[in-house]
């Protein structure tokens, strides 16, 4: 069974760039290409054997952690790289934290980028990176999220599916107290929803 490489990519010719080089780089790989987060999403259902998701987060539409979290639940066994043109230190933690491998500069060589999917592949890269274009980027204190025990608390009873009240009935805290933890749960690890936030958590050793 062939293994296959989504790349989704709305730039048509950084999409066929990639494309070329998923099949000069990666032996027994076959790309198939989306232009958004959603198409790539419908294309994923009907995939077997991805291995390896390419991503733009600053795609039109679905994007950024919430594209991201979308592909590491529908293929979770694929290691999903982050292509961007940005290299704002806060959309690389926030893609990290989603869920992605790498954040890489779309300015990188060929070479490294090919070299860089190798390793993804092959499932060598054991912690999130950040590669500029000048090579990798410290993430600083930024990488580690701090929640108070509270928070944690209430982050596991999300994670158990309760709701706001519920948790307000069994933690004995009015649900606007809740609310609030719920929502400074969100800013702390960036996320806009309950169910990137598990994800996120989960991914973080929190939960």
């Given at each position: 069974?062939?293994?296959?490489?989504?790349?989704?990519?709305?730039?048509?010719?950084?999409?066929?760039a990639?494309?070329?080089?998923?099949?000069a780089?990666?032996?027994?790989v076959?790309?198939?290409a989306?232009?958004?987060?959603?198409e790539?999403?419908?294309?994923?259902?009907?995939?077997?054997q991805?291995?390896?998701?390419?991503?733009d987060?600053?795609?039109?539409g679905?994007?950024?952690?919430?594209?991201?979290?979308?592909?590491?639940?529908?293929?979770?066994d694929?290691?999903?790289?982050?292509?961007?043109?940005?290299?704002?230190?806060?959309?690389?933690?926030?893609?990290?934290?989603?869920?992605?491998?790498?954040?890489?500069?779309?300015?990188?060589?060929?070479?490294?980028?090919?070299?860089?999917?190798?390793?993804v592949?092959?499932?060598?890269?054991?912690?999130?990176?950040?590669?500029?274009?000048?090579?990798?980027?410290?993430?600083?204190?930024?990488?580690?999220?701090?929640?108070?025990?509270?928070?944690?608390?209430?982050?596991a009873l999300?994670?158990?599916?309760?709701?706001?009240?519920?948790?307000?009935?069994?933690?004995?805290?009015?649900?606007?107290?809740?609310?609030?933890?719920?929502?400074?749960?969100?800013?702390?690890?960036?996320?806009?929803?309950?169910?990137?936030?598990?994800l996120?958590?989960?991914?973080?050793?929190?939960l």
């Amino acid at each position: 069974m062939t293994a296959s490489a989504l790349i989704v990519e709305d730039h048509p010719l950084f999409r066929d760039a990639l494309i070329h080089l998923v099949r000069a780089t990666l032996i027994d790989v076959t790309p198939v290409a989306a232009n958004s987060a959603e198409e790539g999403l419908r294309l994923a259902a009907s995939l077997q054997q991805v291995k390896l998701v390419l991503l733009d987060p600053g795609l039109p539409g679905m994007n950024g952690a919430e594209a991201i979290c979308a592909f590491c639940r529908a293929l979770p066994d694929a290691g999903l790289v982050a292509i961007s043109a940005s290299e704002d230190r806060r959309d690389a933690v926030s893609a990290l934290r989603a869920g992605a491998k790498v954040f890489v500069s779309k300015a990188v060589s060929t070479q490294t980028l090919g070299g860089l999917l190798l390793r993804v592949v092959e499932g060598k890269v054991d912690r999130p990176e950040w590669i500029t274009p000048t090579g990798h980027a410290e993430l600083g204190d930024e990488s580690s999220t701090v929640l108070t025990p509270r928070q944690r608390e209430i982050l596991a009873l999300l994670a158990q599916g309760h709701s706001n009240k519920e948790i307000g009935l069994r933690l004995s805290v009015a649900e606007i107290t809740v609310k609030m933890h719920v929502s400074a749960i969100f800013r702390a690890l960036n996320v806009a929803n309950r169910t990137q936030a598990v994800l996120v958590a989960r991914r973080l050793a929190i939960l």
